[in-house]
Nanobody
Framework: QVQLVESGGGLVQAGGSLRLSCAASGSTFNINAMGWYRQAPGKQRELVAAISSGGSTNYAYSVKGRFTISRDNAKNTVYLQMNNLKPEDTAIYYC?????????WGQGTQVTVSS
C-alpha cells in the first residue's frame, strides 16, 4: 500500500502562483508514474500533468507553459509549480501514483483562483 499526502493548495488571485507537493509513504518500491489530476465542480476529473520515474513529463494542453511538474525520487515526492494561474484552474487537485497494477490517490487539495 502507498499513502499520498498533498499540501500547498489555497486561494490566490489570477496571475499568481502556487506550488503543490505530494509525498508518498508506505510500500513505495517500484512506483512508476506520478502526477496530478484535477476536478472542477460539475466537470470530469482530468489529467493535469504526469512524470515518469525517469523524468519524462506530460501536460494537459491548457496548462502547458504555465505549470511545471517535478519529482524527487529520493523523497518519493512530486511537485506541481503553477504559475500565471487563471480562474479556470480552480478545482480540487489530486495526486496519484502508479504502482502496477494499482493506482493510488491522495485526498485532494483545493486550489481557488479569484479573478
Amino acid at each position: 500500500q502507498v499513502q499520498l499526502v498533498e499540501s500547498g493548495g489555497g486561494l490566490v488571485q489570477a496571475g499568481g502562483s502556487l506550488r503543490l507537493s505530494c509525498a508518498a509513504s508506505g510500500s513505495t518500491f517500484n512506483i512508476n508514474a506520478m502526477g496530478w489530476y484535477r476536478q472542477a465542480p460539475g466537470k470530469q476529473r482530468e489529467l493535469v500533468a504526469a512524470i515518469s520515474s525517469g523524468g519524462s513529463t506530460n501536460y494537459a494542453y491548457s496548462v502547458k507553459g504555465r505549470f511545471t511538474i517535478s519529482r524527487d525520487n529520493a523523497k518519493n515526492t512530486v511537485y506541481l509549480q503553477m504559475n500565471n494561474l487563471k480562474p479556470e484552474d480552480t478545482a480540487i487537485y489530486y495526486c496519484y501514483a502508479d504502482q502496477v497494477p494499482a493506482k493510488y490517490w491522495g485526498q485532494g487539495t483545493q486550489v481557488t483562483v479569484s479573478s
